[in-house]
């Protein structure tokens, strides 16, 4: 299909669907996900705005936005957002793309501590990338004291601006792991890097060449980030507290089995995700 001359909406969600028709991982999710938030529309906005025509401008930026999206550039850092449990969030190639996975790790968290609702638990998100997990949990949890600590200063940036973006208030921390961690927490949470460099071959293209590695591979198998959290999980968790972590799809065993060594009377339990794959793991400290 030729490009057409500042077009409409609709012309151009159309135009890029031809683009776009011979790149597999490519689909009209994302020209949608491109057009709304690029240009500030909710889904019905678009649709209300279909037949409007583009300015010069707009169809330039489209254009070049779908250019990106073809060479490989996941959509997310295109527009600069990304969307999480209710949430827009900034994103840019110095923090993880938030994924749908990780929202049913914020679920089972807030079910896990219904009973906890009048009591200000003190929170640690471990690794919190773009601030995801932290601000989630505030603003379902407002009472709660939320700290969210990473490695990386770069990714810290990103997540104390989603913060003030959504107007709640997060102790960050700069921190690998538990190093510059002092105190003890009611709840500890941590979705960390945890691929193997052996499965590389197996990654999308798209996530690979454009997220960040300190943010996605672990040494020892996958497994370095949970070893170092279990050695600290005693000192830093109190008693009665709880710990959740994210998991790679065959590591429910490794993990469970790390943490129930390091804390041998702990309570430790896995959770699947809604497709069925290994994806949580959770350790109730004893309460005496």
Do not use: C
Not at 19 to 27: G, L, T
Not at 84 to 98: A, C, E, K, Q, W
């Amino acid at each position: 299909m030729n490009s057409p001359e500042k077009p409409t909406y609709f012309e151009a969600r159309r135009w890029a669907s031809f683009r776009i028709q011979n790149f597999s991982q490519i689909d009209m999710y994302d020209i949608d996900f491109l057009i709304q938030k690029r240009f500030g529309f909710s889904t019905t906005d678009m649709l209300i705005h279909y037949h409007d025509r583009m300015s010069s401008g707009q169809w330039l930026q489209f254009q070049n936005d779908v250019k990106r999206l073809i060479s490989g550039e996941p959509v997310q850092y295109i527009v600069g957002q990304a969307d999480f449990y209710g949430l827009t969030l900034n994103v840019d190639s110095n923090v993880l793309i938030p994924r749908v996975e990780t929202e049913e790790l914020v679920d089972w968290i807030l079910d896990q501590t219904t009973v906890y609702t009048n009591r200000p638990l003190k929170v640690l998100d471990i690794g919190t990338g773009s601030g995801a997990i932290a601000i989630a949990l505030k603003a379902n949890r407002p009472e709660w004291q939320v700290n969210a600590s990473d490695i990386s200063d770069s990714a810290l940036k990103v997540a104390q601006q989603n913060a003030q973006l959504h107007h709640v208030a997060i102790n960050f921390i700069l921190s690998d792991i538990f190093a510059h961690i002092n105190e003890a927490f009611d709840l500890i949470v941590s979705n960390p890097p945890y691929i193997s460099a052996s499965e590389v071959g197996d990654m999308d293209s798209s996530v690979k060449n454009n997220e960040p590695k300190i943010a996605l591979f672990a040494a020892d198998d996958g497994l370095a980030i949970y070893k170092s959290l279990a050695k600290g999980v005693d000192a830093h968790l109190n008693a009665g507290g709880q710990l959740f972590v994210e998991i790679g799809f065959h590591q429910e065993a490794s993990v469970r089995k790390i943490f129930q060594e390091a804390l041998p009377n702990a309570i430790v339990t896995a959770k699947h995700d809604v497709s069925g794959h290994q994806r949580m793991v959770q350790l109730r400290k004893n309460g005496e």
